[in-house]
């Protein structure tokens, strides 16, 4: 039995080694707890961390975050499951399956396999249930945004993933005022290259 507790502050980043040799790496304000037994792997996440799974079909890995399910099939992905933003799975490589549950049931409600270079992001804004729960993107840029090594380093990075990546980090809200919103709609708008070490405060990073 592997069991534990980890939680990281503000610009924190950890890295927790588990018995069967898969790797946690915490993002800021985040907190994980995992039970791995010779059958099972459970995780529950809150906040946003990279996982790399060791391949044991014996003992499915699997990342509860509310209602939503993420099962791995041996692979390298970012989980993203802050209260304040949907939930956002990123596949590295490998393939790993994204699930929706109703709150009280427990039924199977949506369901998105993910391989390499792809994402699904959780719609907070559905409005009938002909909707897609999950939006799915393919040839996504995951290396946008690093934050893994204790840095937050930006290669030409969309503003709107900029933008969440110092929110996560500094655990702030940050608004967009101005003529920025248009060109954040805009399928041209602007992107960042630049890198931050970790002992940077969140005003140095803005400025």
Not at 18 to 34: E, F, H, M, P
Not at 116 to 144: C, W, Y
Not at 157 to 171: D, F, H, Q
Not at 188 to 197: D, G, R, V
Request: hydrophobic share 35%; with cysteine; glycine share 6%.
């Amino acid at each position: 039995m592997d069991a534990g507790n980890v939680a990281t502050l503000n610009a924190q980043v950890k890295q927790i080694t588990l018995k069967d040799g898969s790797t946690i790496t915490l993002n800021a304000n985040s907190r994980v707890t995992y039970s791995l037994t010779k059958n099972s792997r459970n995780i529950e996440l809150e906040g946003m961390a990279h996982f790399e799974v060791a391949k044991n079909p014996n003992a499915p890995f699997v990342i509860k975050s509310g209602n939503n399910q993420v099962t791995v099939l041996g692979t390298g992905f970012d989980v993203r499951s802050y209260s304040n933003k949907p939930l956002q799975v990123s596949v590295n490589h490998g393939k790993v399956r994204v699930e929706k549950m109703a709150n009280n049931s427990g039924t199977l409600l949506e369901s998105a396999i993910l391989t390499q270079g792809m994402r699904a992001t959780e719609n907070p804004d559905l409005k009938t249930k002909k909707e897609s729960i999950f939006l799915v993107e393919t040839h996504v840029n995951l290396e946008a945004v690093n934050w893994r090594q204790g840095k937050l380093a930006f290669n030409n990075a969309p503003l709107t993933e900029v933008i969440s990546a110092i929110e996560t980090r500094y655990n702030v809200k940050i608004s967009v005022l101005g003529n920025a919103p248009k060109a954040l709609r805009n399928n041209n708008h602007p992107t960042l290259k630049a890198e931050f070490n970790q002992n940077q405060d969140l005003n140095s990073v803005c400025s």
